[in-house]
């Protein structure tokens, strides 16, 4: 309940608007002060007026005023700036290491404001709030909704970092990285990613042109060409051209593969099977177009659909694995797919490299190329749909994923808009 009472500071939500300290001077606040969610006070950079004169510096807020002592605020040097000490009950004087004793004062929260944050909390439906969803203004949704993309894409750019990071700002291979655990597509993500940090562009980039070469560099460090992935009656002529092609990559250039047992193949649709999507990317790798600087050049979606534009290779366009014939088919990776790769993977880099290089152009293309594609529809825009709240395009499905992931499995309605409107309605 202490959360909320910072909240309720925060927006005034609180009684008597007319404050006094507990030594009877009248407070004025100026500027609540800027939350602070990590360690130290509560509140930065507050301003207040006492008795006519101001102060600025930081504000702590307590259920108790007895808990000052008892998270031992008293021996802390950084609770010394601590101008007025806010709680529900004052129930004794404090002080600072320093020995001075900030003034205090009591305030209660709004009984409806209070009603309605345990009401939120003990919501078992999805989402908490939904009774007020159809009466939001479009502005606070839409705003909102903005709000939660951009905050979802700084979320995905925490990875690229990442992979820029153990690159060494190589934004070429920190692509491929990235691309290549979006062909995972979810059950296979982690795979790929283990798998595109294995693909060094020094080596395989000598040998782009040789389509059959990529594929074997490929296949042989997913370990899908060691001798017991295959049984010796599936080995036919193209695996044993793979093997021998990857043992002289092998020898060149000290290579060690993955295990294969890395590779999930169960409860798949062989569409999705990994040696597929392997193929696929052996192909676009050998057609030139994964290459950052043309994802940097491109402006709309069906310029990213056609740069993603692939096909599985020759031998696997009539197989799924090694050695088992199937129905003859180009294996084309499909419009949805690449959509999933934009909204995973370039809109993410785009957003990462504007951030990083301050090129706002980039991160306004990322959020472009999320609102022209169409709306993701799973269980979480259904949702939402049903209670009034219809999602228009990729942005806001993303933003809605994250509403959902990072607010409303927390019950962390208190950082929510929607759970701020919720806050202020009248109890029924």
Wanted: charged share 25%.
């Amino acid at each position: 309940m202490e959360r909320l009472l910072h909240y309720a500071w925060l927006h005034r939500l609180y009684t008597p608007l007319q404050l006094r300290t507990t030594d009877g001077r009248e407070v004025e606040v100026l500027d609540p002060g800027l939350w602070n969610r990590d360690a130290g006070p509560d509140f930065f950079n507050a301003k207040i007026r006492i008795d006519r004169q101001i102060w600025v510096g930081n504000i702590e807020i307590h259920r108790r005023s007895s808990d000052w002592i008892r998270h031992r605020h008293h021996q802390d040097p950084a609770y010394n700036n601590v101008i007025l000490h806010v709680c529900e009950q004052a129930n004794q004087s404090v002080r600072t290491s320093d020995g001075q004793e900030p003034p205090q004062v009591e305030i209660r929260i709004l009984d409806q404001v209070r009603d309605n944050y345990a009401a939120l909390l003990a919501e078992a439906a999805y989402p908490p709030c939904y009774r007020i969803i159809p009466q939001l203004p479009s502005l606070i949704v839409h705003s909102w909704l903005s709000a939660l993309t951009a905050e979802r894409l700084e979320e995905k750019t925490e990875r690229i970092g990442q992979y820029l990071h153990r690159t060494s700002d190589y934004w070429e291979r920190a692509f491929f990285v990235a691309l290549a655990r979006n062909f995972g597509f979810g059950v296979n993500a982690d795979a790929f990613e283990e798998w595109a940090f294995t693909i060094l562009p020094q080596q395989v980039g000598k040998h782009r042109d040789n389509l059959f070469q990529v594929e074997a560099y490929f296949f042989g460090q997913a370990g899908l060409l060691a001798e017991d992935t295959v049984p010796p009656d599936r080995r036919d002529a193209y695996f044993v051209r793979l093997q021998k092609e990857y043992d002289f990559l092998r020898n060149k250039f000290n290579l060690t593969p993955l295990p294969a047992s890395r590779w999930k193949f169960l409860r798949l649709r062989p569409q999705n099977f990994p040696t597929v999507r392997l193929a696929q990317l052996a192909q676009l790798y050998h057609s030139g177009r994964l290459n950052f600087s043309l994802l940097l050049e491109a402006e709309t979606l069906a310029d990213y659909r056609k740069l993603l534009s692939t096909h599985a290779t020759e031998y696997w366009q009539s197989h799924f694995t090694f050695g088992h014939i199937s129905a003859s088919s180009a294996k084309q990776l499909g419009t949805n797919s690449r959509d999933l790769i934009c909204i995973n993977t370039v809109a993410p880099l785009l957003f990462a490299y504007g951030r990083k290089h301050g090129r706002e152009t980039y991160c306004e293309r990322a959020v472009s190329l999320l609102e022209a594609i169409a709306v993701e529809r799973n269980h979480i825009t259904r949702t939402w749909e049903e209670v009034g709240l219809t999602a228009e395009h990729a942005a806001d499905s993303q933003a809605l994923i994250h509403l959902k992931t990072h607010y409303c499995d927390r019950k962390d309605c208190l950082r929510c808009r929607f759970g701020s409107q919720y806050l202020k309605r009248e109890t029924l």
